[in-house]
């Protein structure tokens, strides 16, 4: 819905009313004599527009310096934010979901690429990403319409620091920021030259990373510029070369698809007997015309060329799959400022990034008779067929067998991934300050355009349309151009190149999200308390943000073999106002407040405030505390998605299911010893225009001791602060996993009418997931972070920062069909299907050692023990000899009753610099590192997909070493 220009005024005025009101209530305690504030060392600090002194913690905020990011020794920037223990589990290069699971069914896509943070392990949406205080534009990776900002899409080598808020910052910054804020703040040394170069590698050999920057900055009397420019270039590491990712089930060194090279078929054929067959290795299938049709035998199926399936035939497909996505990257950046006058400055910025990043997965499977596609499901192959050994038709009609046939042509090759993303990020503005009485309002208006355009391409998928004519009658195919008979029972290699080009096809994706933001904020100071001056702060914000996902018209069309979706193309439009006012009531005691109140064209006027204190009763002790109302409005792809269904992995319950399971399972039409034949099944998932805006309340509580003095240190400051977080109408979408669990142990028919299977088989033909406002979370914890430097000594200065999380509760509410309300609690565990893991205690140790030119570091970093269900491919394939026991308490069979623990984890890092120059200045520097030093492999996940382990939570297997050659010219 756009506004119109009546519309647009009226809501103004109205958001203006409300802000007025708030205002007017403050200046009602308005005194005379004003006195002057001296702002000449006060700034804008994340999470407050009143101008502030950078040590006087209003709230709690955690700084990182790129210094902080060189010393980690990481490739890129977003990989270290990952690292912070505030940081719960966050797509990054680790995620080859592409291909092996279906896309969330938040329409935000799978995110290929790209790599996000999560505060509070509220999920990357619920954490607003500034770059200098301004949005940055949500990702896209043409898989869908994205809900969260990609770290990789912003110019790494201009950062200059970032500022992570650890609260709610709705009232300041509007819709996201529930979990918290991430403010990466550019570069403003506008005067020198640098550059430097970054390679490493993991021992292994793999994974190399390759990082170039250079960056320049001049100014003038009046006008000061900067630009950047960055490549990465990032190599990935295939699963075949980790033990961990080598097999599907770490652990169980065999294979677990039933999508097998040699094909495995399934039916009852007319003479009444049942065939679960495989074809022999190394039988070839000629085709009829040549007189090599494999021998079979309708009365013993398990004799000629033909033999009973079983666990030795089963694929492993992991060798395959990527364990460490590739990527390379180019960025640029540009940004200027010129004194108009002495008073006001023009300001502009310019960005642009391309990603391009790879996935790949394991040859596409290929069923028919079965599956998603409605081409393959109601394949016809007739008796006479080229390639049909059987001797009989094969279809759903009358007088046709139905066969379900499970390949995987590996002669094809593997599916590959390959996503380009472009990035721009403009906007231009004023700033200013002028005098009123005794003391001086600043300004600024602005105006910002931010894109991110996305292409991927999918290469050897296959076209269901080709395949249902190649391998139906041959009159069909000979009226189809370039059609040839397929072989669809030919084993491995039965496919021939002039096969493979009719029925696999490039498939072309793309998605877009764009942001047009318009702004104005003033900060100054009316009038005086007996603490001193009231800072007050106020803007107006109009934002439009749009979106598109266009799939490939064949996927479109339901031509793919795995897969269909529809177009998702909305927009909508945000007017906002906001006030924020500091009282010092006492010079040791301020009262915080500020509103804003958002008027979205999807919603209804949305109003969320904060109150809070900041109280020094000593000069070293300052204590804070706040209450926040936030909210958080649906993004495009939850509101506007479309249909999309995917073939997911889903363990059935119903599988090998005892007790009451399995009566249960019984009432739901499933036969009595049902055995489910493959983990993945038809999955849909759709958007919601109707969804309401997420509420959300934040506590925060918390102190700053600064010892520094008391000591006789250079430095020692102890931060520690409890938050509390409570989410409502959390808009969210079901784990299939869950559903069809839930379906099974309860029979709650809000799960139930999910789940589809088929009348007579009992196997689950479908599972119907969509968005909508059916949660609440709640969660609490503590950070507790120390700063400690030591004076000066003989050998050198010492530097120690200590930054930690405790994670006291994380709760997720249900209420079911009946009214019943069920809480999960998450903390300590592992939700393995979505690969978000809970850790109750995280904590980062980082010391440095600095004399002279020389310089020394070591860092450590610690992650709790989790617990999990003993589920995932685990699970599913618990009849596997071995397999269950794989679990520490397995349970009873069927699996996901059991339960797994995940092993704590210590890694360290070490550093070590030497700077040097060709002249008095030490100019030039270099530095060697290596990361997991003690090769610790991450903990075995029984629960998680594709890999086993969460790549989300724990570092990539390996040892990594690195170097560093800066060069820094003023």
């Known amino acids: ?79 270290y934010l990952q690292r912070i223990p505030a940081n719960g589990s966050a797509i990054n290069r680790t995620n080859n979901t592409s291909g092996n699971v279906g896309g969330p069914g938040d329409g ?38 994205g809900g969260s900002v990609d770290l990789n899409t912003i110019p790494q080598s201009a950062i200059g620091s970032v500022e992570v808020l650890l609260d709610g910052a709705s009232t300041i910054y509007g819709s996201d920021a529930i979990g918290g804020v991430v403010n990466i703040k550019t570069r403003t040394d506008y005067d020198g030259f640098k550059a430097s170069a970054y390679y490493g590698a ?13 960056s320049w900055g001049a100014e003038s009397e009046r006008g000061r510029i900067f630009a950047s420019i960055n490549l990465i270039d990032l190599n990935g590491v295939s699963s075949a ?46 085709g009829r015309s040549n007189g090599g049709l494999p021998a079979y035998n309708p009365l013993m199926p398990d004799s000629g060329d033909f033999h009973s399936f079983g666990t030795p035939d089963r694929y492993n497909w992991q060798p395959q799959n990527s364990a460490l996505n590739p990527s390379d990257r180019v960025s640029a950046l540009v940004k200027g400022e010129y004194d108009v006058t002495d008073m006001i400055t023009a300001k502009f910025m310019a960005a642009f990034t391309n990603r391009k990043s790879r996935s790949q997965a394991a040859t596409e499977p290929l069923n028919f008779g079965t599956g998603s596609s409605p081409y393959l499901i109601n394949i016809f192959i007739p008796a006479d067929q080229e390639y049909n050994p059987f001797g009989f038709d094969i279809g759903m009609g009358p007088g046709q067998t139905n066969v379900r046939g499970f390949l995987r042509p590996l002669e094809v090759g593997p599916r590959i991934f390959e996503q380009n993303v472009d990035t721009w990020h403009i906007y231009g503005g004023l700033e200013g300050e002028f005098a009123l009485g005794e003391t001086d309002w600043f300004w600024d208006v602005n105006a910002g355009w931010f894109q991110s355009n996305a292409t991927q391409f999918k290469y050897n998928g296959f076209n269901a349309r080709n395949l249902a004519v190649g391998a139906g009658p041959a009159e069909d195919c000979e009226a189809t151009p370039g059609c040839v008979p397929v072989n669809l029972f030919g084993g491995a290699g039965g496919l021939t190149p002039e096969m493979i080009e009719f029925v696999t096809y490039t498939q072309k994706d793309n998605s877009q999200q764009e942001i ?43 031509e793919t073999a795995v897969s269909a979706a529809t177009p998702t193309n909305g927009k909508f439009e945000a007017l906002e106002v906001y006030g924020e006012v500091v009282a010092p009531v006492h010079e040791q005691f301020d009262v915080i407040s500020s509103v804003r ?3 979205y064209s999807q919603f209804s006027t949305n109003t969320v405030y904060s109150a809070g204190f900041k109280a020094t009763p000593f000069d070293t002790l300052t204590l804070r505390g706040n209450y926040s109302k936030g909210f958080r409005a649906p993004n495009i792809g939850e509101l506007f998605n479309t249909v999309i269904e995917n073939e997911t992995q889903v363990n059935d319950a119903c599988s090998g299911a005892t007790g009451e399971i399995a009566a249960n399972c019984a009432t739901l039409g499933v036969p009595a010893g049902f055995m489910a034949m ?61 559903v069809v669990s839930q379906c099974a142990s309860t029979l709650d028919a809000k799960y139930c009418d999910l789940v589809t299977r ?105 992650i709790s023990e989790l617990d999990e269900r003993c589920g995932g491919l685990t699970a599913s394939f618990y009849f596997l000899p071995g397999v269950l026991d794989l679990c520490d308490n397995p349970g009873p069979p069927g699996g996901p009753e059991g339960t797994n623990t995940i092993a704590d984890r210590i890694y360290l890092d070490l550093q070590a610099s030497y700077r040097f120059g060709f002249n008095e200045d030490d100019n030039m520097s270099i530095a060697v590192g290596v990361q997991n030093v003690t090769d610790n492999d991450p903990p075995v996940c029984r629960s998680c997909r594709i890999s086993g382990f969460n790549g989300q939570l724990y570092r990539f297997p390996g040892r990594f070493l690195y170097a560093r050659l800066s060069v820094d010219l003023n």
């Open 1 to 79: 819905m756009n506004y119109s220009m009546k519309a647009f005024n009226s809501r103004l005025m109205m958001c203006g009313a409300s802000l007025a009101l708030a205002m007017a209530t403050t200046s009602a305690v308005a005194q005379d004599g004003a006195a002057e504030d001296d702002e000449a060392d006060r700034i804008i600090v994340t999470g407050s527009r009143v101008l502030q002194d950078p040590l006087e913690a209003r709230a709690p905020v955690q700084t990182f310096t790129y210094e902080d990011f060189e010393n980690s020794g990481e490739a890129s920037f977003g990989d």
């Open 108 to 145: 935000s896509g799978l995110g290929a690429g790209a790599l996000e943070i999560d505060l509070r392990y509220l999920q990357a949406k619920r954490t607003l990403v500034l770059v200098d205080g301004r949005r940055w534009v949500r990702n896209s990776s043409a898989s869908g319409v």
């Open 202 to 214: 993991f021992e292994q050999g793999d994974g190399e990373s390759q990082v170039y920057d250079v």
């Open 241 to 286: 070369d980790r033990d961990i990712t080598e097999y599907a089930i770490p652990g169980y060194e065999g294979g677990l698809s039933s999508n097998t090279p040699q094909g495995v078929y399934l039916f009852t054929n007319p003479d009444g007997v049942f065939n679960y067959i495989t074809l022999n290795d190394g039988v070839t299938n000629t």
């Open 516 to 558: 047009m933001d318009f702004s104005a904020n003033i900060s100054g100071s009316a009038f005086s308390l007996p603490g001193g001056p009231v800072g007050i702060a106020a803007g107006v914000e109009y934002r439009e943000e749009s979106g598109f996902f266009s799939p490939d018209e064949r996927v479109i069309s339901e």
């Open 597 to 599: 109140v958002s008027d």
């Open 678 to 738: 493959l983990p993945f099944y038809p999955v849909t998932s759709g958007g919601n225009e109707n969804l309401e805006p997420e509420k959300s309340r934040n506590y925060t509580a918390g102190f700053t001791w600064d010892a520094s003095d008391l000591m006789n240190l250079d430095r020692l400051v102890l931060d520690f602060n409890y938050y509390n977080i409570k989410i409502e109408d959390a808009v969210n979408v079901p784990i299939a996993d869950v």
């Open 758 to 862: 088929d009348p007579t088989t009992g196997e689950i033909t479908g599972v119907d997931i969509r968005t909508n406002n059916i949660d609440g979370v709640s969660t609490s914890g503590l950070d507790a972070s120390l700063s400690f430097s030591t004076p000066e000594l003989s050998f050198g200065q010492i530097h120690v920062d200590w930054v930690s999380n405790y994670l006291l509760k994380y709760t997720e509410t249900e209420t079911r069909a009946d009214g019943e309300i069920v809480k999960t609690s998450r903390e300590g565990t592992e939700m393995g299907e979505v690969g978000r893991g809970f850790p109750e205690f995280k904590s980062v140790l980082t010391t440095r050692l600095d004399t002279g030119p020389f310089s020394a570091g070591a860092t450590v970093s610690y």
